[in-house]
């Protein structure tokens, strides 16, 4: 089942409450549960509505370039919420997820050290 958050749109930060709108999870903007009272999570918690409806989201697919030679499939931990994520960001920008975190660590590279990097064994 999938939850569906009755009214995320505009939560209060404050108080909790929301709007008087309906959404999917998947709409919601991110909440940061760990800057959340209890009474805060506790309102959110009973905006909750358990379906068994299916949630049709397209994610990234791998390309060719992903399994070029010298590519290896690098196991990365990260939690379902992540992983879910990255797959619908990378398909936002039209990249395999594979492309999405490559570019992600080459970007930090460059801005780390200034310029590209050489592979290094």
């Known amino acids: 089942m999938c939850p569906k958050v009755m009214a995320p749109g505009n939560v209060d930060s404050a ?3 929301a709007s008087d709108q309906e959404a999917h999870a998947a709409a919601a903007p991110p909440v940061d549960a760990q800057a959340m009272t209890p009474e805060q999570l506790h309102a959110l918690i009973d905006r909750l509505v358990f379906t068994d409806e299916r949630l049709e989201v ?3 697919s791998d390309t060719e370039a992903d399994c070029e030679p010298g590519m290896w499939a690098r196991p990365i931990a990260m939690t379902d919420d992540l992983d879910l994520r990255s797959q619908l960001r990378a398909r936002e920008l039209q990249l395999s997820r594979s492309a999405y975190i490559r570019r992600l ?3 930090d590279l460059k801005a780390a050290y200034g310029r590209e990097q050489p592979n290094h064994p």
Do not use: D, K, M, S
């Open 58 to 60: 397209e994610l990234a």
């Open 105 to 107: 660590v080459e970007q």
């Open 15 to 17: 108080t909790g409450e």
